[in-house]
C-alpha cells in the first residue's frame, strides 16, 4: 500500500513510465496480498471485471491501451483512497475530532438534525467514512442516556442516522477530497473546480432545508426530552477553531501545489494528504518536547503498518469499479450516443436531471457508485461535443452518487453504518429514506433549472 501511494505520486510528479508501471504492479500485488479479505461483494465484481475483459477482448477486439487505462483508473483509485486514509486515521487520533462530534450529537431535538447534517458534512472532508465510525456509536450512547420510552429512543436515533447519512452522503457534491469529483476530473475536459464547488454548496443547502423540513414534519408528533436542551455541551470553539485550522491548511498545500506543479487541484490533494497527516500528529504529541517529531514519525507508522490493511476490502470495491466503468464506457458506440444525444434533444436542466438520476437504479447491482461516475465521465469526455457545460455535468454525476447513497442498500456508507447500530441495510436506505431521495431529486431538478437559466 505504501509503494503503491509513493509510486501514484512520483509517476503524476515526473511523468516518468518507470514510476507508473511500478504503481500498476503494486496495485495488481494488492488484490493477491489481500485475498484473505474477499467475500462475496469482491467475487462478484473480479467476476465482472472478468467477464467484461473476455468481452473486451473477444468480441470488442479491444487494443492493450483500453485495458492499461482500465487498470490505471482502478490503481488511480486505490492510490487516492489510501492517501484519505492517511488523513482519517490521523483524525481519528485526535481529541479535536471528538469534541466536535460530541458536540454535534448532543444538541435539542429542533436543532440536531441541521447539527448532524452540517457537522458530518463538513468533517468529512477530512475524515471521510471515518466521521460514520465516530457519530454512529456518539449516537447511539446519546439516545440511551436520554433514558426514554423504547419506542422513543428508536424514533430519535432513526432521526439521528439518518441526519448523519444524508450529510454524508450530499458532501461528496462540493467536497474537495470526495472521490467522484476526483473521478469524474481526470476524465472530462473543461471542469472548472471552483466553480464545481459553489454550485454544489448550493446544493447541498437547498437538500439540508428540504431534509430539515421533512425531518420536522415526519416527527413532529415525537414528545420532547427537557433533559436534553439541559445536558447540551458548551460550544467547543478551541476545538473548532483547531479543526478549521487543519481545513485552511488543507485547502492551502493542495492549491499552493498544483499552482507549483502547473497540476490539476487532484495532484495538489494527493501530495497534500500525507502532509497534513504529519503535521497533524506532531501537533498531537507537541507537548513532548524534542521527542514529538520522533513520536509522530512512530504513530505515523503505526497507521501504515496496523490501520491502512483495514481499507483491503474498501480498495477492492472502488477499484474494480472503476475498472467496470472505464472499460465498460470503452464499449459504448461514442457516434451513436452523439447522434442519439443530438437527435433526442431536450433540456439541458433535464438532461442533467435524468443523468443523477440514472446512477440510482444502477447502485442496485451491487458495483460501487463510483463505476457509473467513471463510466458517464469517461462517456461524456469522449464526446466531441458536451451537450451540457462539463462542470455542471459534472455536478450531476456527484449529485446522483449522493442519491445513489441514500437508496442503495448496497452503498458503504450504508452497510457501515448498519453495521454499527444495527439497522438492516435496506430499513436505512429504501425504508427511512425514500421519501427524502424523491424530495432531494425534485430539488435537484429545480436548482439545476435555475442554473441553466431553464434551459
Same mark, same amino acid.
Given at each position: 500500500?505504501?509503494?503503491?501511494?509513493?509510486?501514484?505520486?512520483?509517476?503524476r510528479?515526473?511523468?516518468?513510465?518507470?514510476?507508473?508501471?511500478?504503481?500498476?504492479?503494486?496495485?495488481?500485488?494488492?488484490?493477491?496480498?489481500?485475498?484473505?479479505?474477499?467475500?462475496?461483494?469482491?467475487?462478484?465484481?473480479?467476476?465482472v471485471?472478468?467477464?467484461?475483459?473476455?468481452?473486451?477482448?473477444?468480441?470488442?477486439?479491444?487494443?492493450?491501451?483500453?485495458?492499461?487505462?482500465?487498470?490505471?483508473q482502478?490503481?488511480?483509485?486505490?492510490?487516492?483512497l489510501?492517501?484519505l486514509?492517511?488523513?482519517?486515521?490521523?483524525?481519528?487520533?485526535?481529541?479535536?475530532?471528538?469534541?466536535c462530534?460530541?458536540?454535534?450529537?448532543?444538541?435539542?431535538?429542533?436543532?440536531?438534525?441541521?447539527?448532524?447534517?452540517?457537522?458530518?458534512?463538513?468533517?468529512?472532508?477530512?475524515?471521510?467514512?471515518g466521521?460514520?465510525? !465516530?457519530?454512529?456509536?456518539?449516537?447511539?450512547?446519546?439516545?440511551?442516556?436520554?433514558?426514554?420510552?423504547?419506542?422513543i429512543?428508536?424514533?430519535?436515533?432513526?432521526?439521528?442516522?439518518?441526519?448523519?447519512?444524508?450529510?454524508?452522503?450530499?458532501?461528496?457534491?462540493?467536497?474537495?477530497?470526495?472521490?467522484?469529483?476526483?473521478a469524474?476530473?481526470? !476524465?472530462?475536459?473543461?471542469?472548472?473546480?471552483?466553480?464545481?464547488?459553489?454550485?454544489g454548496?448550493?446544493?447541498?443547502?437547498?437538500?439540508?432545508?428540504?431534509?430539515?423540513?421533512?425531518?420536522?414534519?415526519?416527527?413532529?408528533?415525537?414528545?420532547?426530552?427537557?433533559?436534553?436542551?439541559?445536558?447540551?455541551?458548551?460550544?467547543?470553539?478551541a476545538?473548532?477553531?483547531?479543526?478549521?485550522?487543519?481545513?485552511?491548511?488543507?485547502?492551502?498545500?493542495?492549491?499552493?501545489?498544483?499552482?507549483?506543479?502547473?497540476?490539476?487541484?487532484?495532484?495538489?490533494?494527493?501530495?497534500?494528504?500525507?502532509?497534513?497527516?504529519?503535521?497533524?500528529?506532531?501537533?498531537?504529541?507537541?507537548?513532548?518536547?524534542?521527542?514529538?517529531?520522533?513520536?509522530?514519525?512512530?504513530?505515523?507508522?503505526?497507521?501504515?503498518?496496523?490501520?491502512?490493511?483495514?481499507?483491503?476490502?474498501?480498495?477492492?470495491?472502488l477499484?474494480?469499479?472503476?475498472?467496470?466503468?472505464?472499460?465498460?464506457?470503452?464499449?459504448?458506440?461514442?457516434?451513436?450516443?452523439?447522434?442519439?444525444?443530438?437527435?433526442?434533444?431536450?433540456?439541458?436542466?433535464l438532461?442533467?436531471?435524468?443523468?443523477?438520476?440514472?446512477?440510482?437504479?444502477?447502485?442496485y447491482?451491487?458495483?460501487?457508485?463510483i463505476?457509473?461516475?467513471?463510466?458517464?465521465?469517461?462517456?461524456?469526455?469522449?464526446?466531441?461535443?458536451?451537450?451540457?457545460?462539463?462542470?455542471?455535468?459534472? !455536478?450531476?454525476?456527484?449529485?446522483?452518487?449522493?442519491?445513489?447513497?441514500?437508496?442503495?442498500?448496497?452503498?458503504?456508507?450504508?452497510?457501515?453504518?448498519?453495521?454499527?447500530?444495527?439497522?438492516?441495510?435496506?430499513?436505512?436506505?429504501?425504508?427511512?429514506?425514500?421519501?427524502?431521495?424523491?424530495?432531494?431529486?425534485?430539488?435537484?431538478?429545480?436548482?439545476?433549472f435555475?442554473?441553466?437559466?431553464?434551459?
Amino acid at each position: 500500500m505504501v509503494l503503491l501511494m509513493a509510486m501514484t505520486l512520483l509517476a503524476r510528479a515526473t511523468d516518468i513510465r518507470g514510476f507508473e508501471l511500478a504503481s500498476y504492479f503494486a496495485a495488481g500485488m494488492l488484490y493477491f496480498l489481500c485475498w484473505r479479505l474477499i467475500a462475496f461483494r469482491e467475487i462478484y465484481l473480479l467476476g465482472v471485471c472478468a467477464v467484461l475483459s473476455g468481452l473486451a477482448f473477444f468480441i470488442f477486439d479491444m487494443p492493450l491501451e483500453v485495458y492499461e487505462a482500465a487498470f490505471a483508473q482502478a490503481s488511480f483509485l486505490m492510490a487516492f483512497l489510501l492517501l484519505l486514509a492517511l488523513l482519517h486515521e490521523a483524525a481519528m487520533t485526535s481529541p479535536t475530532i471528538s469534541e466536535c462530534g460530541h458536540y454535534l450529537t448532543k444538541q435539542p431535538p429542533k436543532q440536531r438534525y441541521l447539527a448532524i447534517f452540517s457537522g458530518t458534512n463538513l468533517m468529512a472532508v477530512l475524515f471521510n467514512l471515518g466521521i460514520v465510525s !465516530l457519530l454512529t456509536p456518539l449516537i447511539k450512547k446519546g439516545v440511551r442516556d436520554e433514558a426514554t420510552e423504547p419506542a422513543i429512543a428508536a424514533l430519535r436515533e432513526r432521526r439521528q442516522l439518518t441526519a448523519l447519512l444524508r450529510g454524508f452522503s450530499w458532501g461528496v457534491v462540493w467536497s474537495p477530497t470526495a472521490m467522484a469529483p476526483l473521478a469524474v476530473m481526470e !476524465l472530462i475536459d473543461g471542469i472548472s473546480r471552483e466553480l464545481w464547488t459553489a454550485y454544489g454548496l448550493i446544493c447541498t443547502a437547498a437538500i439540508l432545508c428540504v431534509g430539515w423540513l421533512e425531518d420536522i414534519w415526519r416527527f413532529r408528533k415525537i414528545q420532547r426530552n427537557p433533559a436534553s436542551a439541559r445536558n447540551q455541551p458548551a460550544f467547543p470553539k478551541a476545538a473548532i477553531l483547531r479543526f478549521l485550522f487543519v481545513l485552511f491548511a488543507l485547502f492551502t498545500i493542495t492549491i499552493a501545489v498544483s499552482v507549483w506543479a502547473d497540476d490539476t487541484i487532484v495532484f495538489g490533494l494527493l501530495v497534500a494528504c500525507p502532509v497534513i497527516m504529519l503535521g497533524w500528529l506532531t501537533a498531537q504529541h507537541w507537548h513532548q518536547g524534542s521527542a514529538r517529531f520522533s513520536a509522530a514519525a512512530r504513530q505515523a507508522i503505526h497507521i501504515c503498518h496496523r490501520e491502512l490493511p483495514h481499507n483491503g476490502r474498501i480498495i477492492f470495491a472502488l477499484s474494480a469499479s472503476g475498472y467496470i466503468g472505464r472499460l465498460s464506457a470503452e464499449m459504448v458506440p461514442i457516434d451513436f450516443v452523439a447522434s442519439l444525444i443530438e437527435r433526442y434533444a431536450m433540456p439541458d436542466y433535464l438532461f442533467l436531471t435524468m443523468m443523477a438520476f440514472i446512477m440510482v437504479p444502477v447502485s442496485y447491482l451491487g458495483v460501487s457508485p463510483i463505476m457509473m461516475a467513471v463510466f458517464f465521465g469517461s462517456i461524456l469526455g469522449a464526446l466531441p461535443v458536451l451537450p451540457v457545460d462539463p462542470t455542471l455535468a459534472a !455536478l450531476s454525476i456527484s449529485s446522483g452518487w449522493a442519491l445513489s447513497m441514500t437508496t442503495s442498500p448496497f452503498a458503504t456508507v450504508v452497510l457501515m453504518v448498519s453495521n454499527l447500530s444495527g439497522a438492516r441495510p435496506l430499513k436505512l436506505s429504501v425504508g427511512w429514506n425514500t421519501s427524502f431521495s424523491a424530495l432531494a431529486l425534485v430539488t435537484l431538478s429545480m436548482v439545476f433549472f435555475i442554473l441553466t437559466g431553464g434551459r
